[in-house]
Structures are given as C-alpha cells and as structure tokens.
C-alpha cells in the first residue's frame, strides 16, 4: 500500500457544513487519504452559481488557500478525505478492485433545497487504488467533464456536475506531455453499482451500504422491512431501474453518447457520471461509437439501453442475499422489476419523444416516429436541428427544415404529423412553442468542443468560455450563436475518436 502524502498540508479555509457520513459511517468502503503537492495551481473555471446553490463562499474558495483546496494540495479544516473502494465489470469483464484510483472524496455539504451531495476530486494524485495509473489528470478531460456535464444540467438530463478545474502547472505524460488538472465535482452521491459488486464481497458492509443508499436517495423506502413482499432492498432496486431507465431514455432523447458504461459507472442516484469518451450524435445512428477503445461497439449509441440494463442485473445479483435467505426467492423478485425496464424505459422514451414532436397530449401513433427515424437514418439529418426546424415549419418557416431534408423526402410524412398537430386543436404556433422547450438549439457540437479543449490545452480558454456560455443555454435561439448549430464537417467526423480521460 501507497504511504499517505506528506505532502499534502493543512489550510485555514474551512468549507462550513462539510461532514463525512459516508467515511464515518461506511469505513470499510473507504481509505482516508489527502491529494499530491500542486506547486502552481491555477483556477481555469469557476461555477459561482452552482458554489451559491452549496453556501460556499465562492471569494473564499477563488482565493490561493482556496485554489489549493480544490487542487487537492490542501485539506480544508476538519475535512476527513477519502479515497472510495469499489470494483465493476468494465466492457463486460469483472475486476474486482478499482476504487478511486485518481480522485478523492472530500466530504459532503447540504445543499439550499436540503439535498446532500459529494464534493469530489478528480486528478488529484495516486491512491491505493491507482494500480499502473499515475492518479492523475489534464487539462483537456477535465475541461471536457467540466462542460458537458453542465450542458447535460442545462438540458435537465439528471448529472452530476463541476465546480472548478484547476490546472496543476504538471505535465502529464499522455502520449506527449499534457498539462495537469483536477475537477472538483459535485453529484448526490458517487454510489455506484461498482459500490455494491465491490461491497458483496466484503460481506458485513453490504448491508449498512444498501441502507445508506435508501436513506440518501430513496429514504421514503427505509422503514420497510428487509425481506417479504414489501422489501426495501426491492423497492431500493426498483428505484433504481426507474431512475436509470429514466436516464437513459433523456440520453437517447438528446443523441448522447455516453462511451463507457462500464458498471462503476452507473449511479445508484440516477445521475450520468464520468464524461470521460462521451459524445453527442449529429445524425441519428443507432451503431454510432466514438471511444477509440470501443473496438465492439458494446456501447454504441443504440445498445445504451439493453447495456443499462445489463448493468442493473449486475445491481441485482448483488442484493440477493438482503432480500431472501432462499436463493430462488430472492432471484424471483429482482427479476420480476428487472423485467419491467423494458416497459419503463420505453414509457419514458415514448413521451420524450411526443413532447419533441408536439404530439405530448394523447398516446402517440408508433409509427409516425418510427418513420421519422427511418427519414433521419436515411438522410443523415442532424437530430438536434431537425426538431427545431419542425416547429420552426409549424410557425411558416419551411427554410431550416429544408436545409436538412429534401422536401420531396420527408413531404409525405410532414402532413401526417402536421394533421396528428392539428387533431389536437391547439394553434400551430403554440404547438411550436412548447416544442422549443424540450428541443434544444445548442448542443455541445464534437468538433467545437475538441477545438475548444485544444486551444483551452495551449492556454487559450476564450473558445471554451464561449462554447460553456452557449450550451449552458440550450433553448435560448440567439442570432449571434448560429455558428453553434452547424454538425461538424465530414472530414471532421469521419476521423473523430474520443478517449477515456486517462
Ligand atoms: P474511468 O475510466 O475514469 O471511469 O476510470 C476507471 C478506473 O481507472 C477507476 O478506478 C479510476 O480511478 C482509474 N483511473 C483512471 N485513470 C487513472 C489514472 N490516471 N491513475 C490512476 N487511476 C486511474
Ligand atoms: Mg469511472
């Protein structure tokens, strides 16, 4: 085992209200450590709003002993930080112990609305569970999580979501040398389905580890019984499987491609964590893979939700023995929820798909959808555009739809949906109105986003201030964004690859 830094020195900045109920309650699941020596820390990205909705006192945490707190350099007064343990099944493979190998759990604070959430390093140095890795992180990832997790916010898909990146003044071999980073991010928990596979195996924390879930996510569950019909480690797995394939469906919704749902992964909160090879589509492709390490396609755009749903059984086999002393009883339950993701995920999809197309207010006619995604498929239209160009059509305007589709294409289909549109007897322009409330105009585009991570990697952060400003306000049309709607070039595309922030 790895010595505790030495480095790593105390500060006088305090964060009021930072308490440690995992650590304290949960010890076996954690190794309290402190982060490496950060000899010239600079704050790159601040979030005052998201500091405000934690009480922290953003002057504090921007000033020196602050940019050290969230470097990881420095331990606030009475912080107890520790690094998490946890395994996972990592493209279908079972590695029994990975933990957080460069991050650190710093505590946890309540928020304003009273919900309590992680403040959580990443990249700030190696811990025992860092194996080969050196536990650290760049500039470029870290950047990269920093602003598609807040887009994903904005877009109100559930995230956990970042507070600061600061830059090291370290250079990291990746390949060539890359300058140091660590995020701060914030998520209601950093319980994974790893959590539970890791925890199942150390056998007496299972327990306190399931009730620690309910009592932080699903706490209307934790005066259940443990076993019979009314079971709160079932009810817990139901909650779950309703959050994921809630999730999931949002992802799918938006062309979001996740790029390594690997089980350690997957949150027991329902939040998207680890933004590390992820993507957003252009045109709708269900085999669409960007990981350069995704050589299957295991996580391909399409397979997300049958994967999400792999993942949860893994969930499952670890409850098992909470929920019945007699295997088969216990099996006979969580199968019986699993079963119902399925129907779950494709309620959720189904209506997300509605209130895109205007059509939210009664069931909705399958294969008017179905043709839509055939079209899309056909054409490579761009997703993202194409809704607004819809109920841009609704309001008269047939010019952005005939930018991305041929008329003579997508005629036919147009006047059915417009005549399922005018069936519900509201105005046209309402209709479209509404629209625009769940189909966004900005969407953090692969090419934009790499341009702006490389010039943010030579020091140049206007480009991701800009691109951060405009994703961050995905409904809100602006004249002078519309360089911002635009997929990114063929030649572009063709070659683009994301990689794990490694
Ligand atoms: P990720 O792909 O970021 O979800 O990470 C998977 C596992 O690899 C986790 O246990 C991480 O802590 C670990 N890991 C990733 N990068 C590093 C690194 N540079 N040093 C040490 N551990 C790492
Ligand atoms: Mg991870």
Redesign the pocket.
């Known amino acids: 085992m790895v010595a505790i830094p030495d480095s790593a020195v105390g500060t006088n900045t305090t964060l009021p209200g930072l308490e440690s109920t995992f650590a304290d309650e949960l010890g076996a699941l954690t190794v309290p450590w402190r982060g490496a020596d950060v000899a010239d820390p600079r704050l790159l990205v601040f979030n005052d709003q998201l500091a405000a909705s934690m009480r922290l006192d953003a002057a504090a945490l921007r000033s020196g002993d602050g940019v050290a707190v969230l470097s990881g350099s420095a331990t606030p007064a009475g912080a107890k930080p520790v690094a998490m343990a946890y395994a996972g099944h990592?493209f279908g493979g079972y590695v029994p112990l990975?933990?957080?190998?460069?991050?650190l759990l710093l505590g946890e604070l309540v928020n304003d609305d009273g919900r309590r959430v992680d403040l959580h390093l990443k990249g700030s140095g190696?811990t025992p569970?860092?194996?080969g890795?050196?536990?650290?992180?760049v500039v470029g990832p870290m950047l990269r999580e920093y602003l598609v997790s807040e887009a994903m916010h904005a877009l109100g898909i559930p995230t956990t979501r970042a507070l600061s990146v600061v830059a090291t003044g370290r250079q990291v071999l990746r390949g060539g040398a890359e300058p140091g980073a660590v995020l701060a991010r914030v998520g209601s928990s950093h319980l994974r389905v790893g959590t539970f596979e890791y925890a199942v195996r150390q056998g007496a924390v299972l327990a306190p580890l399931a009730d620690y879930a309910i009592a932080r996510h699903y706490p209307e569950l934790i005066d259940r019984p443990a076993t019979g019909e009314s079971s709160r480690y079932v009810a817990f797995f139901e909650a779950v499987v309703e959050a994921q394939a809630s999730l999931v469906a949002q992802w799918m919704l938006t062309g979001f491609v996740h790029g390594?749902m690997?089980t350690?992964?997957t949150t027991i909160s329902g939040e998207t964590i680890?933004y590390?090879p992820c993507a957003f589509l252009d045109a709708f492709d269900p085999a669409a893979v960007f990981s350069s390490i995704d050589h299957g396609g295991r996580y391909a755009f399409g397979n997300q939700p049958a994967v999400l749903k792999w993942n949860l059984a893994r969930l499952a086999e670890t409850l098992l023995t909470l929920i019945d002393s007699t295997p088969d009883d216990a099996i006979a339950a969580v199968s019986a929820v699993l079963d119902t993701f399925d129907a779950r995920y494709d309620a959720h999809w189904t209506a997300g798909m509605a209130a895109k197309l205007g059509v939210a207010g009664g069931p909705v006619d399958r294969t008017l959808v179905d043709d839509l995604l055939t079209l899309m498929t056909e054409r490579g239209a761009d997703w993202t555009g194409s809704f607004r160009a819809l109920a841009d059509e609704l309001r008269g305007n047939p010019v952005p739809l005939d930018g991305l589709v041929p008329r003579e294409h997508i005629g036919p289909w147009l006047q059915r949906w417009r005549g399922v549109v005018e069936r519900q007897g509201r105005a046209a322009v309402q209709v479209a109105d509404a629209m625009d409330c769940v189909n966004p105009v900005y969407i953090p585009r692969n090419h934009q986003l790499d341009a702006a991570l490389r010039a943010a990697t030579d020091g140049e952060l206007a480009p991701f201030e800009k691109l951060l400003e405009v994703v961050t306000h995905p409904f809100d049309r602006r004249d002078e964004w519309s360089d911002y709607t635009t997929p990114a070039p063929r030649v572009f595309s063709e070659t683009f690859q994301t990689f794990?922030?490694?």
């Open positions: 990592q990975l933990g957080d190998g460069r991050a190696r569970f860092s194996r890795g050196d536990g650290f992180a390594v690997n350690d992964n680890d590390g794990c922030g490694t």
